[in-house]
Nanobody
Framework: DVQLQASGGGLVQAGGSLRLSCATS????????IAWYRQVPGKEREGISC????????IHADSVKGRFTISNDNSKNTAHLQMTSLKPEDTAVYYC????????????????????????WGQGTQVTVSS
């Protein structure tokens, strides 16, 4: 049974930090790209950060570049999204997702868009940044 369990969300003041975790099971963690998405009510889900399995590179949307970092703990099959210098506009539900090999995104206008679908999804964790 494949499972992705996102955790670590919460309420934080602007300028603060949070670390999200995505605990996975049921698939070979090292063979999959792990991506982080976020969604605000009424808006489309947005891919913000991804670590590719193909080359180990990480990519970030312009909105979070320089503030968010993604890392994998292969010993625990867990991915982390370290978020710093948080802004009120970072408020959203954050999801982790997994797909084989690369991130499957195309970059356009500062954002990433899905080219290939993600096979597995976590349940989401709420991040609220107060001003």
């Amino acid at each position: 049974d494949v499972q992705l369990q996102a955790s670590g969300g919460g309420l934080v003041q602007a300028g603060g930090s949070l670390r999200l975790s995505c605990a996975t099971s049921g698939f070979t963690f090292g063979d999959y790209a792990i991506a982080w998405y976020r969604q605000v009510p009424g808006k489309e889900r947005e891919g913000i950060s991804c670590r590719s399995n193909d080359d180990g590179n990480t990519i970030h949307a312009d909105s979070v570049k320089g503030r968010f970092t993604i890392s994998n703990d292969n010993s625990k099959n867990t991915a982390h999204l370290q978020m710093t210098s948080l802004k009120p506009e970072d408020t959203a539900v954050y999801y982790c997702a997994a797909r084989p090999h690369g991130c499957g995104w195309v970059y356009y206008g500062g954002r990433f868009y899905d080219v290939d679908s993600y096979e597995f999804w976590g349940q989401g964790t709420q991040v609220t940044v107060s001003s």
